[in-house]
């Protein structure tokens, strides 16, 4: 692919982008995005995944604003960010969890890329925005959504009326980000966080995923009846014997993903 690699060592997996200048998120881009989440996702070595981007300039600005600029009928329009909504869905719920390292300039379609992963760890010199409104539209790969359910109202509608860039520190405080490290360390941070992941087996893992992830939208006793079955398979996996020996013998667990 000539935009998008990535590498898997112990479990991890780091998934770059990298689209000179500026990282843009052009259609050939995003679809070999596509085509390396499904193989990330259907690859049974990993079990996080580190998203990032090549370059200092930018994470990731933003998409290509010449293909915006073509986009004249609504019908058109409307398939456009379906199809890169349906990419950022399939981040977010790849069974597995990503982490976004993010740099720098973080974006319009950068920060919905990394608003569909499940952690974000920035640097201390990374910026975030969402701009669409400067260019007479607003976010269209869920910025709306994810943003609002993940700073709430205020906060949401500050960055996309505004259009304004917020620093890492900011964007801290309003539990945009989950880190800040210095820039030099973000992949660093980002590693030694998958790594602790990764050390757990792939069946609990996704199951406190979708634990979590389907139990939001439930009613409070749906959900608990949620945990509760996802609790009972758990129980007949080999995962879980050897989670019980490992304790019971005073070792870290070895497990198989079983």
Known sequence: ???????????????????????????????????????LRDNPSV?????????????????????????????????????????????????????AAIHSLCLGGGLE??????FRIAGDKAKFGQPEINLGIIPGMGGTQRLTRLVGKANALRLILTGEQITAQEAFRIGLVDAVVPSDRVIMAAKD???????????????ALRAVYEGEDLPLNE????????????????????????FKEKRRPNFQDR
């Open 1 to 39: 692919m000539a935009y998008v690699r990535y590498s898997v060592e112990d479990g991890v997996a780091i998934l770059v982008i990298e689209n000179p200048p500026v990282n843009a998120l052009s259609k050939p881009v995003m679809e070999e995005l596509d085509k390396a989440l499904d193989e």
């Open 47 to 99: 079990k996080v995944v580190i998203l990032t981007a090549a370059g200092q300039i930018a994470w990731i600005a933003g998409a290509d604003i010449n293909e915006i600029e073509k986009l004249n009928t609504k019908e058109e329009a409307y398939q456009v960010v379906k199809q890169a909504q349906g990419i950022v869905n399939k981040l977010e719920n790849l069974g597995k969890p990503s982490i």
């Open 113 to 118: 890329l990394a608003l569909g992963c499940t």
């Open 193 to 207: 966080f998958a790594k602790r992941i990764a050390q757990k087996g792939l069946p609990s893992i996704r199951a």
């Open 223 to 246: 959900g608990l009846d949620l945990e509760a079955k996802l609790f009972a398979e758990l129980c007949e996996t080999e995962d879980k014997k050897e989670g019980i020996r490992a």
